[in-house]
């Protein structure tokens, strides 16, 4: 703990901030307040009556049940900056009527909010608004400052709203407490001076110094590594990364039926619905150049594995790169296995900063790789199915907003759709070069791969590429 004094003279207890936090705050000042990359925008749809009084109330008290809703940060000489948690929040929940326009209309005016820049130093750092949307629509719209949550506190955030708006208006049992965040963010701090960080810097270098080197798989047809081949013949690895994080968002949707029966196969088998999309996506790669064998991609990892890590907000999210070795002969169901068994060895060790990792990684790399070269063209993460409190007798459903940049060139999530579970694969990806074309044709392949390994699980990656391989058609495209 820190005692700092506010530029207004306010004395507070500040800390450091925490391994993603330093992960974030470092891609942010690369690219500077012209890109929102620490906004999360986020929309939930009601379609149909609320009682603003209450819902406001609500999440007036939500806030303050959640100490990262009250998160603040400042600069400091020593450490650049600090947070700190305030007692009271100065959060002013918005109004807007917005259901005499066109709904796309409204949803293109949210988006825009949600790329504003968003103030960082001892001011209030997230915004709510209580929108009212054509056809009867009640939207609560919030933007979040990356710094303080990720994704999963989002969600619990949200779902606090709705179980304490539930107590209001229909009587339901009080939710139970948050968790305090600084604690958590206290246990996060001590791994850096930790035995098991040096274990975990161990385990990285061994895995990626004692093994033949990798091979970098692209998503574009126009293959990066076999261009640069023509210079470096001998390259196994890339330099793919653009100078703008200018992004884009390609939402390719599966439908329920495929859905649940990737769930149902999953579930039958003992399978890990995660590894399962993997197998999915590290196929397509395959599909992608020339039937590789060998294939990475980044995982990304949300570390939540205790209440009190789900219940305390922030952000825990960490990169690692998966690399796996499928021979043709291989069924679906086994190289499934077989991905699960390298996920298992990796997550003990997924704590390590990611700039600590590519550090590890590089050590191992041919002399000439440059700082951006990479082996892995895609980040990868899936956001299992989570029940959530439900208003009765309204359908309700979310949307998340693209802020217009990303850290890496392409970082597919598959989420569940909350109007029916189905898997939506969301591609967020640098618009230099433009690889939207490469992606329809690459979501497709994936899809494909899934569905097959879904229909008969003792397919083979052979039969699997043969059936998905490309057409010439789609190579010319």
């Known amino acids: 703990m820190i005692e700092k004094i506010l530029s207004d003279g306010t004395k507070v207890q500040a800390y450091p901030i925490s391994i993603p936090q330093q992960f974030m705050f470092y891609m942010s000042a690369q690219y500077g307040a012209s890109y929102p990359v620490n906004n999360i925008g986020m929309a939930y749809y009601i379609h149909g009556e609320i009682d603003e009084a209450k ?3 609500a999440i007036k008290e939500a806030v303050s049940r959640c100490d990262t809703m009250r998160l603040r940060f400042c600069r400091d000489e020593k450490y650049k900056i600090l947070q700190y948690v ?13 259901s005499d326009i066109p709904l796309e209309q409204a949803k293109a005016e949210l988006l825009s909010v949600s790329r504003e820049e968003i103030p960082t130093y001892e001011c209030e750092i997230h915004k ?5 949307l054509e056809g009867g629509i009640n939207c609560i719209f919030i933007r979040f400052h990356h710094f303080a949550m990720d994704a999963y506190s989002v969600k619990v955030f949200l779902n606090d709203i709705i179980e304490i708006y539930l107590h ?35 385990f990285w270098f061994r895995t990626l110094s004692t093994t033949d080197e990798p091979v970098f798989t692209d998503y574009m047809l126009n293959n990066r590594l076999y261009e640069q081949r023509k210079q470096f013949p001998t390259h196994r690895f890339a330099d793919i990364h653009s100078g703008s994080p200018e992004a884009g968002l390609f939402v390719h949707s599966m439908s329920k039926e495929d859905t649940d029966r990737v769930l149902l196969v999953c579930e039958e088998k003992g399978l890990s619905v995660s590894s399962f999309l993997s197998m999915g996506l590290r196929t397509a790669l395959s599909v992608f150049n020339n039937n590789e064998k060998d294939v990475s991609f980044k995982m990304i990892v949300n570390r939540r594995g205790t209440l009190s890590e789900k219940k305390s907000g922030g952000i825990r999210i960490n990169y690692f790169p998966l690399r796996s070795i499928i021979p043709d002969e291989m069924t679906y169901e086994n190289a499934v296995r077989k991905i699960s068994d390298i996920q298992n060895e990796i997550y003990p060790h997924c704590s390590l900063s990611f700039p600590e990792i590519l550090s590890e990684r590089h050590k191992s790399m041919p002399a000439d790789a440059k700082p951006d070269s990479t082996y892995d063209s895609i980040g990868f993460s899936y956001q299992p199915l989570t029940k959530g409190a439900k208003i009765p007798g309204v359908y309700q459903e979310s949307e998340w907003f693209s802020n217009g940049a990303s850290m890496i060139p392409l970082y597919l999530t598959v989420k569940h759709r909350t109007s029916d579970g189905g898997f939506d694969l969301i591609f967020e990806y640098r618009k230099t070069p433009d690889p939207l074309k490469d992606i329809g044709i690459f979501s497709r ?8 390994g879904a ?5 083979t990656a052979g039969e699997l590429l043969e059936r998905l391989r490309l057409t010439d058609e789609e190579r010319n495209s």
Do not use: C, F, H
């Open 168 to 202: 209001k208006t229909e009587g339901a049992p009080y939710p139970k407490p948050m968790r305090p965040y600084i604690p958590e963010l206290l246990r996060e701090l001590s791994y850096m001076s930790s035995p098991q960080r040096e274990e975990d810097r161990d």
């Open 55 to 57: 819902m406001e109330e």
């Open 86 to 98: 305030t007692e009271k929040s100065e959060l002013v929940i918005e109004r807007a009527d917005k």
């Open 128 to 132: 709510i608004m209580l929108v009212k």
């Open 455 to 459: 229909e008969n699980i003792n397919i």
């Open 445 to 452: 392949k994936l899809e494909g791969a899934v569905k097959l």
